[in-house]
């Protein structure tokens, strides 16, 4: 039965073309090189040596984005990248299907897959790497298996693909978990009908769940037994990999990050409803409203299940999800999770459109044509907002990976801090290959026994200090190491170690800080460091050095980039000027007052030894 006479297509030709046209929206714009965004770095490297990124492990991404490593086209982060692009076309295709028979018109289906495909958030997340698309994908998908099963009491494959679907859904992120109070709302009745006609289904439905879950937890076991350069738990027994599974060194479940947020719930949810105002625009957000009014009257069930879908992964989650939202690079990071509650409103409002054209009267000349057209009217005010959201042209993670170790020398210790530029360093030691002569910590990941013991097996000529290691603890590692080698930080470090700026001298090189014992030895170096300065200047040994801010997508974690090279650059200009080499410190104060203007001025070294 279609909507007051309105045309419907097949299911696999909508999903095909819905698909295909998200796909070709997405693939001009997806980034060209490694995107600083989210985790992109480290599952990109994970992607590279097929390894265990952070918990829950991700083992079916990562599986894929190892395959996707071996297109034999573009760099391997944009080979990565693209598998966004296709998840995020599945997602379209699955919300075209459902949103055709929901509103019984393929109308509904079209304005639901425009209004998705160009929605700024989704968009942005199909141009970089990520886990989030994945799972936007199988839960839209699993959205359509529900809705369908739904209709027939005899829809056991329906029910299958749904529970096996599920399966790898809660093997691949905990998010997902979100997503389930929808489903069994959608499935809740003909499935109690299911189970009492054949109790042998449960068995049956069950094994569906488990095997696929089951199968990615082997595949975690399978990739960690490799021991690869990013391998973040041994998973060395039941213990191991119900730590990853429940991410216990995240905060749990439900963590982002090992430090909660101190902002109010109320301000999460409002974040959390401005991004969704940007993405879909006011006009998707009133159909939505419309078509959650259409389906209440004519499928109360499908309806019930849509709104959940839309809560419990949006505002509920919103108000227990404590991360700081307050600031370009914290809102930007908190985007990435907003994009599972994109499917369902999309839908709503592919429902709605239908539910407000069927006002028209049908005595209308090619009523049915222009219904097709009708649908394009909810999408029209996001192409504006889409246009602006493309990574095409942005480089500025890939010159960092680049420029983050080059001309180390041989046998150098690199302490680093935080997720930023711990993701940077797998990157550049696991994809650009930087790393074989040079030795890598993160001190403040060593307090689990498994880092502790992981970086004993990698690293056995750099002992850590006795004790529970943690970022406070840095200038004791520096102290053992610095009559070995040389050691450089990364600048954030010395705010996490004040131990650090008491106790030693550093100088800017790169975008590292060389570490010295005393201002003796700093000055020692002053020729070398100039020389560096000079080059700089120059346009040589620097890619990231000439960015332009405009080509830097904003707003957006990338910010970060501009940011590292501002105060690089100041850095740089400083011991230049400092030292009576007013050309090329006047060039490079020219630079960073650039990026300044771009991002604000950045904090810079300020100890008396340093320039």
């Not at 990565?80 to 299907?97: I, R």
């Not at 119900?242 to 109010?264: C, H, I, K, M, N």
């Not at 056995?460 to 009559?483: F, I, N, Y």
Request: hydrophobic residues 55%; glycine residues 8%.
């Amino acid at each position: 039965m279609t909507a007051a006479g309105l045309p419907v297509v097949r299911e696999r030709w909508l999903f095909g073309l819905a698909a295909l046209g998200s796909f070709a929206v997405s693939l001009p714009r997806v980034c060209r090189e490694l995107a600083l965004m989210g985790d992109s770095a480290e599952l990109v490297a994970a992607a590279h040596v097929w390894g265990v990124p952070r918990a829950p492990g991700y083992a079916l991404w990562t599986l894929i984005g190892h395959a996707a490593t071996k297109l034999p086209f573009g760099s391997e982060a944009f080979c990565v990248n693209l598998t966004s692009a296709l998840f995020h076309a599945v997602a379209v295709g699955a919300v075209a299907v459902l949103g055709q028979r929901l509103a019984r018109a393929a109308a509904g289906g079209v304005a639901a897959a425009l209004c998705l495909t160009l929605a700024k958030s989704f968009l942005l997340g199909s141009l970089y790497a990520e886990v989030f698309p994945l799972n936007d994908a199988l839960f839209a998908l699993c959205l359509w298996c529900a809705v369908r099963a739904s209709e027939s009491e005899a829809a056991r494959g329906w029910f299958l693909s749904l529970c096996a679907l599920a399966g790898l859904g809660l093997a691949h992120h905990e998010l997902y978990l979100l997503g389930l109070p929808a489903l069994l709302v959608l499935v809740a009745r003909p499935l109690r009908s299911a189970l009492r006609a054949r109790r042998v289904r449960a068995l049956e439905l069950g094994l569906a769940l488990v095997v696929p879950f089951a199968c990615c937890q082997l595949l975690l076991w399978i990739a960690a037994a490799r021991a690869p350069i990013v391998s973040m738990n041994e998973l060395a027994g039941a213990a191991g990999l119900w730590q990853v599974l429940t991410r216990a060194d995240y905060g749990g479940l439900f963590g982002a990050a090992r430090a909660a947020s101190v902002e109010p719930a109320g301000e999460r949810v409002g974040a959390l409803a401005l991004l969704l105002l940007e993405s879909f625009g006011p006009l998707a957000l009133a159909l939505a409203l419309v078509g959650t009014f259409r389906l209440l009257r004519e499928r109360r069930s499908a309806c019930v299940g849509l709104l959940l879908a839309v809560a419990v992964p949006g505002p509920c989650f919103a108000a227990a999800f404590r991360v700081a939202v307050e600031g370009e690079i914290p809102l930007a990071g908190f985007e990435r999770w907003t994009t599972m509650v994109h499917p369902p409103l999309a839908v709503l409002a592919g429902v709605g459109m239908v539910a407000l054209y069927s006002l028209v009267p049908k005595q209308l000349p090619r009523r049915r044509v222009l219904s097709l057209f009708a649908a394009l009217l909810p999408a029209l005010p996001l192409v504006g907002r889409a246009a602006a959201v493309d990574l095409s042209g942005d480089r500025a993670g890939g010159y960092l990976a680049r420029d983050f170790m080059r001309g180390l020398p041989e046998g150098s210790l690199v302490l680093v801090s935080g997720d930023f530029y711990s993701g940077v360093a797998l990157y550049a030691c696991a994809v650009e290959r930087r790393c074989s002569a040079v030795r890598v910590v993160a001190p403040g990941l060593l307090a689990k026994p498994w880092r502790r013991a992981q970086h004993e097996r990698r690293y056995p000529d750099v002992p850590l200090p006795e004790g529970r290691m943690v970022l406070a603890r840095s200038h004791e590692l520096v102290a053992s190491q610095l009559p070995l080698r040389p050691v450089y930080v990364v600048p954030n470090l010395f705010a996490r170690d004040a131990e650090l700026e008491k106790r030693f001298r550093f100088r800017p090189e790169g975008l590292l800080a060389r570490v010295y014992p005393d201002e003796d030895a700093a000055k020692a170096d002053t020729a070398r460091h100039l020389a560096l300065a000079s080059e700089m200047a120059a346009g040589r040994g620097c890619e990231g050095c000439t960015l332009d801010p405009a080509s830097v997508y904003r707003p957006s974690p990338h910010v970060q980039v501009l940011m590292a090279y501002s105060a690089m650059l100041e850095n740089v200009s400083r011991l230049a000027l400092r030292a009576g080499a007013l050309e090329p410190g006047n060039q490079l104060r020219t630079r960073f007052r650039a990026l300044d203007a771009a991002v604000g001025a950045q904090i810079t070294f300020s100890s008396a030894g340093n320039p």
